[in-house]
Structures are given as C-alpha cells and as structure tokens.
C-alpha cells in the first residue's frame, strides 16, 4: 500500500521559475525523504526531513514538513532545463526504520 | 567510490522463460533492497537483505519470484517462469554506513534493469 502521495502528478514550468511539490501520507513517520529520477534513470537522494523538523534546506531545494496535517513539500527555486525528472516522495512503513514507501511521483518539465 | 551497480541493463524475454539480476550495492553498506517499478508508478519493495539475511520479503511473489544474498554482498533476483506483467524496471539499492552516507536511512539506487516480457 502506499503511504505517500505526490500532487500534482505532473507539472510544466519555465526555466527560472519555481516548482513546489506536495506529498501527504498516512501514518506517524520519523522522517520524510524526497528523490529524483531522471528518464531511464536510477533514483537520487535528494534530502531527508525528520519529523521534528520544520523545514530543510539544500542548495536551490526547500522541504517543510507539517506533522499535523501529514504533509511535505518540496520547492525547487530558480528551476532549470536539467531539474526536469520525476519527484518521489518516500516514508517508511509504519514500524520499520529502513524500509521507504514511495509515491507515484511528480513528474516535473521545466521549458527553456 | 563505485555506486550500485546492476546487470543487464535491458532485457528481453518470451513469456514462460527464466531471467535473473545481479546486484553489487555500495561497499560496506549491510541492507540491501530490490524494488519493481512499473511504467508510470513508484518503486514497489520486493524484498530487503541485512547481510545476508532476509528482512523483509512479504511483497515478493514467491511463486515466481527469488532473491538471494550470497556473502551479505552481491545478490541476484530471479524470475521463473516470467509473466507479462512482470515487465518492469528492476531497482537495487543499498543503505549503510560509510561512503559519504548522508544518514543510515538514505537509499543509493543502481540505475535498474529493464525488463519486457513478450
């Protein structure tokens, strides 16, 4: 079964805009984590979020997290041709630490 | 440092034959997973390792479906006989300590095997 859920399933931007993502799950987690993967691709490790953290930042990426209403979002900044990949979002199971249930993705175009 | 690696990176079969995937995850890293992701979808665990023992193999269809872990390092995933839905791509991944790990619970992903089942 699958514990989070990307919206929207696919979203088109131009190069130099911004593009928030969201993830909502189900269950209590200890973290939060956000991959990329690109066409024909494995999956990249993008950031982890814990859950008593607020929000995060790496570089042009920002994830917050809201324990309350069980959601995250991930926001890409100044968006470039090379972000354009499928956005997963992940949380273990309830029960297990090591183990990530993944979304169906956001699957991200950004036009130059 | 090498990534994951996997082998082959396509593959082809008829219906009702055998295939298999290798895996070689990060060094030193203990936990080893095998995803199946279909066209459109996110990565489904198959079954996980820690060393060479299976932690966690409920979503494996058992029928068709082995994995084994030779060694806690190198492991191989089979299918026999495959279906046509098993058309997929098949994902390894490893988390551990070392090699620049960002935290245990992060997952380094090899770049899948692509299996279509004709």
């Known amino acids: 079964s699958q514990q989070g859920e990307e919206d929207p399933q696919a979203l088109s931007i131009q190069e130099g805009e911004n593009a928030t993502m969201n993830c909502s799950y189900k269950?209590?987690?200890?973290?939060l984590q956000w991959y990329r993967q690109n066409s024909g691709r494995g999956l990249v490790h993008l950031i982890l979020?814990?859950?008593?953290?607020r929000e995060k930042h790496s570089g042009r990426l920002r994830v917050t997290l809201d324990t309350s209403k069980k959601s995250s979002s991930l926001l890409i900044t100044a968006s470039r041709a090379a972000d354009t990949a499928s956005y997963f979002c992940a949380t273990p199971p309830s029960g297990s630490a090591r183990q990530l249930t993944f979304g169906s993705g956001t699957q991200l175009t950004v036009l130059p | 440092e090498a990534g994951v690696a996997q082998s082959p990176r396509y593959k082809i079969i008829e219906k009702r034959q055998s295939v298999a995937f290798w895996c070689n995850p990060i060094?030193?890293?203990?936990?080893l997973y095998w995803y199946q992701q279909i066209l459109g979808q996110g990565p489904k665990l198959l079954i996980q390792?820690?060393?060479?023992?299976?932690?966690?193999d409920s979503q494996l269809p058992k029928d068709r479906f082995s994995a084994e872990r030779l060694k806690g390092v190198d492991s191989t995933l089979k299918i026999q006989p495959a279906k046509l839905e098993d058309s997929a791509v098949y994902l390894c991944?490893?988390?551990?300590?070392?090699?620049?790990?960002?935290?245990?619970?992060?997952?380094?992903f090899g770049p899948g095997t692509r299996l279509l089942v004709l």
């Open positions: 269950t209590s987690i200890n973290n």
């Open positions: 979020i814990r859950s008593n953290e």
């Open positions: 060094s030193g890293h203990a936990t």
């Open positions: 390792f820690q060393n060479n023992g299976v932690v966690d």
């Open positions: 991944a490893s988390s551990g300590s070392g090699y620049r790990a960002k935290s245990q619970e992060t997952q380094y």
